[in-house]
């Protein structure tokens, strides 16, 4: 498909740089959402999650590939990639997933839906449905958590996920 005339692939290139400079017939945008309208409701808040490798020398560490910790400690969830796969060796790597605020560093993973960021979004919302010839797909251009397994049945039913 990237081998068509009809495709041009422009790699380590910041969008907002080069958007008046493109032609497009649709453009399908999985940025975030107040970012593609330059901020002009304020920010989005998101959460982001700093995640820590720790590797150990024992067969297991957890009995399952995931382990969610509601409330109780500093990390949300642990996971043992070991348990995808059937190969019995000594040690594994466990990955602990800690919560925090997002920041321009970090990575946007899950808005933070309180009134003041449903407000916003809401108004980003009339803002994009004016422009008929753009598809905001994804967590982050429609500020809204979705599971992978929602947005894999929508695309197999070809239908778009908004």
Known sequence: MLKSPKIRLLLDVDYFKIRRNVKFKHCVYTGKIDDYFDLVYGKLD???????????????????????YPNEYRYA???????????????????????ENYTASGEPYYPMMDSQNREKYKKYKKLKETLNDHSFVGRLAQFKYLNMDQVIASVLNNKEYI
């Open 77 to 99: 969830r642990t996971v043992e990639y070991k348990h995808l796969n059937e190969e019995h060796f000594l040690g594994t790597t466990v990955v602990f997933e800690f919560p």
């Open 46 to 68: 998101f959460r982001s999650l700093k995640f820590e490798s720790v590797d150990m020398r024992q067969d297991y560490y957890q009995p399952a590939l995931q382990v969610n």
